[in-house]
Nanobody
Framework: QVQLVESGGGAVQAGGSVRLSCEAS????????MAWFRQAPGKEREALAK???????TYDESVKGRFTASRDNAKSTMYLEMNSLKPEDTAMYYC??????????????WGRGTQVTVSS
């Protein structure tokens, strides 16, 4: 059974930092593309970072230079280091897993999310 469990969210002031974790189980983590998404109230879900099994990562322009995604295949865990946070970063953050190594087909498995709230 595939499970993705996010943790590390919380409340932070603007300019601060948060590190999210996503613990995966029930599938071959090291051979799958993984991703971080977020969804703010009233807005569509957006992809923030996609990280291939090799560690190659692509970022959305809105977070490039501020957020860093990484993965530890030995621990089946993915991370999102978020710096210079802004109030507009307030959202529920989700991790997702693809069914394949490629990040181009889409994501089939989702965690329940962790809330990040940034106050000004």
């Amino acid at each position: 059974q595939v499970q993705l469990v996010e943790s590390g969210g919380g409340a932070v002031q603007a300019g601060g930092s948060v590190r999210l974790s996503c613990e995966a189980s029930g599938f071959a983590f090291s051979s799958r593309c993984m991703a971080w998404f977020r969804q703010a109230p009233g807005k569509e879900r957006e992809a923030l970072a996609k990280i291939a099994p090799s560690g190659d990562t692509t970022y959305d322009e809105s977070v490039k230079g501020r957020f860093t995604a990484s993965r530890d295949n030995a621990k089946s865990t993915m991370y999102l280091e978020m710096n210079s946070l802004k109030p507009e970063d307030t959202a529920m953050y989700y991790c997702a897993a693809a069914q394949f190594p490629t990040c181009r087909i889409g994501f089939s498995y989702w965690g329940r999310g962790t809330q990040v709230t940034v106050s000004s």
